[in-house]
């Protein structure tokens, strides 16, 4: 299995914005539904947000809060996460996969990309 690639991870204050990739192959993601997951320090992985293949639907965790936009673009097999409004406790990894609902479908992992938030 070929693992996807996130990027667009940094450091930022509270309050900036952020845009995350997350790149897969075209097994991986072609008439999927994917989604965003993120891990925090001493914490389990959390589900984010979610997008249908045709991205016709979308779907957050609570704590998103309107903060974040999922979108992608199948042609570049490529889906995204605008952050905005970031919080410190937005601090974590942010992992991509495939989704089934909330939950991913897949038990592999990219390496994730670092987002960190300063107060």
């Known amino acids: 299995q070929v693992q996807p690639v996130e990027s667009g991870g940094g450091l930022v204050q509270a309050g900036g914005s952020l845009r995350l990739s997350c790149a897969s192959s075209?097994?991986?993601?072609?008439?999927?539904?994917m989604g965003w997951f993120r891990q925090a320090p001493g914490k389990e992985r959390e589900f984010v947000a979610g997008i249908s293949w045709s991205g016709g639907s979308t779907y957050y965790a609570d704590f998103v809060e309107g903060r974040f936009t999922i979108s992608r673009d199948n042609a570049k097999s490529t889906m995204y996460l605008q952050m905005n409004s970031l919080k410190p406790e937005d601090t974590a990894v942010y992992f991509c996969n495939r989704v089934v609902g909330r939950t991913a479908a897949y038990s592999y992992w990219g390496q994730g990309t670092q987002v960190t938030v300063s107060s």
């Open positions: 075209g097994r991986t993601f072609i008439g999927y539904a």
